[in-house]
């Protein structure tokens, strides 16, 4: 079975730096799905970005960037620029086969918060 | 605008009352997830719908159910919320195509329910 592991349980940042926050993930399939999400303190799930497994780029988006190393199993999330906005929950997150779809597996998620 | 949308925001009810919470979703996706969220922890997969098939998780309680009758609308029961219930509820959906491939998954705001 999939696991997601993400050691930080808080990050502190100050405005306009660039943080990593960590993300290591077990799976036997050789085909599979990473994704990280941001949850505000109001509680909605926000997609930030997605690394697929055969993809031979790091993924990027904007601000975002997926620090994707396959041998090492980790997909870290850096964050550059950081803004007060970017205070949240970060989770890390991998699609698991279920039936015809798919699951997502979370890991326990990282705190950042973002000081002036 | 909102593509995912929960209602409520906010939910109380007794112990022991059904409840429903309701999602809608404008982004014709053929999958809508359920998961639960209690204070602190990674969202946990109830059950899904991949169009009309259910897909109930083996660790759900009987106590959960759902509905979904078109495309657009997904419920969740909960037949008779015991003080354990209180959690965030999380709807997510997804579109299934020939592979799984990215399909991300993109979630509502939640509804935070409290049991008294």
């Known amino acids: 079975a999939q696991k997601i592991t993400q050691t930080q349980p808080g990050m502190f940042v100050q405005e306009k730096e660039a943080v990593t926050l960590d993300c290591t993930y077990d799976?036997?399939?050789?085909?599979?799905?990473l994704f990280w999400y941001k949850q505000p303190s109001s509680g909605e799930m926000i997609f930030l970005i997605y690394q697929g497994s055969y993809d031979e780029q790091n993924a990027t988006e904007g601000r975002y960037s997926l620090n994707f190393q396959k041998a090492r199993k980790s997909a870290n999330l850096v964050i550059s620029a950081s803004q007060l906005g970017d205070s949240a929950m970060y989770f890390c997150?991998?699609?698991?086969?279920?039936?015809?779809?798919?699951?997502?597996?979370f890991g326990t998620g990282t705190r950042l918060q973002v000081f002036p | 605008d909102a593509m995912v949308i929960q209602n409520p925001r906010y939910q109380v009810t007794q112990f022991g009352k059904p409840v429903t919470l309701s999602c809608s979703q404008t982004l014709n996706h053929n999958v809508m997830y359920w998961y639960q969220q209690k204070s602190s922890q990674a969202p946990k997969l109830l059950f899904h719908y991949y169009d009309k098939d259910f897909n109930n998780e083996a660790d759900t309680p009987d106590n959960f159910q759902s509905r979904r009758p078109n495309t657009s609308f997904c419920f969740l029961d909960i037949r008779s919320p015991g003080l354990g219930d209180a959690a965030m509820y999380l709807c997510?959906?997804?579109?299934?195509?020939?592979?799984?491939?990215?399909?991300?998954?993109?979630f509502g705001a939640g509804t935070r329910l409290s049991v008294l």
């Open positions: 799976t036997s399939d050789q085909s599979y799905g």
């Open positions: 997150a991998m699609r698991e086969p279920r039936g015809n779809t798919d699951k997502l597996i």
């Open positions: 997510a959906t997804s579109r299934r195509t020939g592979t799984l491939a990215k399909n991300i998954q993109y």
